[in-house]
């Protein structure tokens, strides 16, 4: 796998996907832009990665700060190849009850972050025709109980994405959706509701789940393909889940 002087920025770095996708990139020769809240959890991954990176301090949901970051990656590497538009949360509970500021922070960050970060980036992708890699979910396709808004952000970012693909793809930018099933990350640490807390620990335990790497991986080889090759999408779930 060869990206040697791409340029890419990952949102949401600081761990999970995110961080492992940082990471194979560097390794396959690509510079490097990390974004995310946590300053000190990008430090770390900098230090680790063996080719350059550039940390920015982001935060999704501020159009501000998704403009500012697309302008420290350009300002600093001359150019922006491609986009992996991977921070996210996940809040799963049911409708019924449900501590709707919570949704709010789902559609921030999940749907609206990605959609600004696409908005910031896209005249730089337009002139390198370069690339952005969506990362959705198994949750974007099927939705189920108690996942009702974080699905609605996945499908919603989804159908985004296919609009953009077809505005930009004759034009060179090639747009890749990545679907993963359960992966061993922080994010369902963040679920504030116990029972759901509880099921979701059930499920890590019962199967044997993806790891980070194994979607860095996908990310990696959709990034590898020759220029006239676009892999829409890569639906990837543990060989275990239903
Ligand atoms: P993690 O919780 O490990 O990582 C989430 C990342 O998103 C962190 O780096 C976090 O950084 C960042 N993030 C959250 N909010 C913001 C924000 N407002 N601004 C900038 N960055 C933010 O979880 P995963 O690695 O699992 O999640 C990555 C993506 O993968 C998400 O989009 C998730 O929906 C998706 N996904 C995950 C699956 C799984 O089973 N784990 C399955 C399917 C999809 P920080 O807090 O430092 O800002």
Do not use: C
């Not at 590497?77 to 709010?104: H, Y």
Request: glycine fraction near 8%.
């Amino acid at each position: 796998m060869n990206l040697e002087g791409k340029i890419v920025l990952v949102t949401g770095a600081s761990s999970g996907i995110g961080q492992a996708t940082a990471l194979a990139l560097s390794q396959a020769g690509a510079k490097v832009a990390v974004g995310a809240r946590r300053a000190d959890r990008l430090k770390l991954l900098a230090e680790d990665a063996p080719g350059e990176i550039l940390t920015l301090d982001l935060d999704v949901t501020d159009q501000q700060s998704i403009q500012d970051a697309v302008a420290a990656t350009v300002g600093h590497f001359g150019r922006l190849d491609a986009l992996v538009n991977n921070a996210g949360i996940m809040l799963s509970g049911m409708i019924l009850g449900a501590d709707t500021t919570e949704w709010s922070r789902m559609v921030d960050t999940n749907l609206l972050g990605s959609m600004y970060a696409v908005h910031a980036a896209l005249p730089h992708l337009l002139e390198s025709k370069g690339t952005v890699v969506q990362v959705s979910s198994t949750s974007g396709r099927i939705a189920s109980a108690a996942g009702a808004a974080y699905s609605a952000t996945k499908f919603g970012i989804t159908g985004f994405i296919e609009s953009l693909r077809q505005e930009v793809t004759t034009q060179g930018v090639r747009v890749v959706v990545v679907e993963p099933g359960f992966v061993a990350t922080e994010l369902a640490g963040h679920i504030t509701d116990p029972a759901m807390q509880a099921m979701a620990k059930t499920m890590a335990d019962s199967i044997r789940t993806l790891q980070p790497d194994d979607i860095a991986a996908a990310v990696v080889y959709a990034l590898n393909q020759p220029d006239h090759v676009s892999v829409n999408e890569l639906l990837i779930r543990p060989t275990d889940q239903l």
